[in-house]
T-cell receptor
Framework: ETGVTQSPTHLIKTRGQQVTLRCSSQ?????VSWYQQALGQGPQFIFQ?????ENGRGNFPPRFSGLQFPNYSSELNVNALELDDSALYLC???????WGTGELFFGEGSRLTVL | GNSVTQMEGPVTLSEEAFLTINCTYT??????LFWYVQYPGEGLQLLLK?????DKGSNKGFEATYRKETTSFHLEKGSVQVSDSAVYFC?????????????FGQGTTLQVKP
């Protein structure tokens, strides 16, 4: 069984640009969550997608948006990049039965640097 | 709002030493509590969990007990190994039926020296 994979692993953007990060869920998982992890901090919940619909959102502005595809893979899009968006972006997949149990399976993340 | 506070690191221990990493939480309702671990170059992995008061989670020699009276979930291991060197995150979720949102502490780096 394949784990959660994310791409790209590293990228550099300039302020004002847009970025798309991609995630392939663990086989059989239908739920994807995205987290932002700033340097030296714990991950912060951005949003979750279940069956291609947003199913909960953290305290992030609308310029953070996402998609989930029929094969349960997902994208995170960030528009109008700001310097503070520099962080490690983590994707986690799960089954809906895992909601509330904390059994999320994380990828290694995409490290975004905004200059 | 809900929050998790962990002891600051880094924590440096010699092999076979006893480990405690403190974690306290603030939450309404009855959260589930977790420890996640991030080994170098890898994604976060669930280490252990407890879903109600007085439950003890355990895995790979690590243990943590859900203490509602002290709102704590301290991680312990009796004898650490070099391979335990990693970043440890305490986290809570707000119970079943939620969106799978986890609230994490800031992480504690553990370095074990031979």
């Amino acid at each position: 069984e394949t784990g959660v994979t994310q791409s790209p692993t590293h990228l550099i953007k300039t302020r004002g640009q847009q970025v798309t990060l991609r995630c392939s869920s663990q086989s059989g998982h239908n739920t994807v969550s995205w987290y932002q992890q700033a340097l030296g901090q714990g991950p912060q919940f951005i949003f979750q997608y279940y069956r291609e619909e947003e199913n909960g959102r953290g305290n992030f502005p609308p310029r953070f948006s996402g998609l989930q595809f029929p094969n349960y893979s997902s994208e995170l899009n960030v528009n109008a990049l700001e310097l503070d968006d520099s962080a490690l972006y983590l994707c986690a997949s799960s089954l809906e039965a895992g909601w509330g149990t904390g059994e999320l399976f994380f990828g290694e993340g995409s490290r975004l640097t905004v200059l | 709002g809900n929050s998790v506070t962990q002891m600051e690191g880094p924590v440096t221990l010699s092999e076979e030493a006893f480990l405690t990493i403190n974690c306290t939480y603030t939450a309404t309702g009855y959260p589930s509590l977790f420890w996640y671990v991030q080994y170098p170059g890898e994604g976060l992995q669930l280490l252990l969990k407890a879903t109600k008061a007085d439950d003890k989670g355990s895995n790979k020699g690590f243990e943590a007990t859900y203490r509602k009276e002290t709102t704590s979930f301290h991680l312990e291991k009796g004898s650490v190994q070099v391979s335990d060197s990693a970043v440890y995150f305490c986290a809570l979720s707000e119970g079943s039926g939620n969106t799978g949102k986890l609230i994490f502490g800031q992480g504690t780096t553990l370095q074990v020296k031979p």
